[in-house]
């Protein structure tokens, strides 16, 4: 099975792939958000609550079957990818890392950047192999519409980006849909964050020119 063949990343939803399923979300004053019925698997290693979300099941490749929903990024997998610092697309290969660090893909502010961009950057966006990288740019629209390639050498794990619970006067959970940011694992708020995608901050950020990289890989036009 050839790797050029998978053009669907790994981190993304798949039709059928339901969010929330049997989530039974409970808030406590003390203990922030928990699950009624928690298990090992819905919280971190530093102890921040996931988003549940479904599996479809896997093809020979290992990879998730079903239409793709390109919009949606499935936690886990994200979370999988980024945490390990694997392909976000092939999930099969580390991320291609040099002398400079890891590479990573950037989209470009629309509205023009901060000096110094984007040096201490915070990303969701996982690292990639060097041919899915050339994938990415080719074929994914936000990227066409204007990105950096950056090799990282600090990639240090901030926190999560998810959705800011609060409870109402009755006791019932509420949502803040318009108000899902990263937020930090050393801020207390993060215990009433439902994550939906791991976040790193991106220090000793060189920018670099993928086309150079690709054509000396022999993956060049
Ligand atoms: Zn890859």
């Known amino acids: 099975m050839g790797q050029q063949k998978i053009v ?3 981190i993304t939803t798949r039709d059928g792939e339901e969010l929330g399923i049997g989530s039974m979300l409970r808030a406590d004053p003390a203990r922030g958000l928990y699950y009624a019925n928690e298990g090992p698997h819905d919280r971190d290693r530093r102890g921040a609550l996931w988003a549940r979300q479904g599996h479809n099941p896997r093809d020979n490749a290992g990879q ?4 793709p929903l390109y919009a949606k990024v499935h936690p886990s997998r ?3 990818t980024m ?13 291609s890392r040099t002398s400079l660090g890891y590479l990573f893909l950037l989209e470009r502010p629309d509205g023009g950047t901060e000096p110094g961009w984007p040096e201490g950057e915070l990303t969701t966006h ?3 192999c060097l041919p899915h990288a050339k994938t990415s740019v080719e074929r994914c629209p936000p990227l066409r519409r204007g990105h950096v390639a950056v ?4 990639a240090r794990l901030y926190g999560v980006w998810g959705l800011p619970y609060t409870t109402g006067q009755d006791g019932t959970l ?5 108000d899902e940011r990263p937020v930090g694992y050393h801020d207390p708020r993060i215990r009433w964050h439902l994550a939906a995608q791991l976040v790193r901050r ?5 920018v670099i020119d993928l086309k150079a990289e690709l054509a000396a890989a022999g993956l060049g036009r």
């Open 8 to 10: 669907v990343p790994y």
């Open 64 to 67: 998730p079957t079903g239409e």
């Open 78 to 80: 994200q979370r999988e």
């Open 83 to 95: 945490y390990e610092l694997r392909c976000q697309i092939c999930c099969q290969e580390l991320a």
């Open 126 to 128: 996982p690292p990639l």
């Open 151 to 154: 090799r990282v050498k600090l």
């Open 174 to 178: 509420h949502p803040a849909h318009d």
């Open 202 to 206: 991106l220090r000793g950020v060189t």
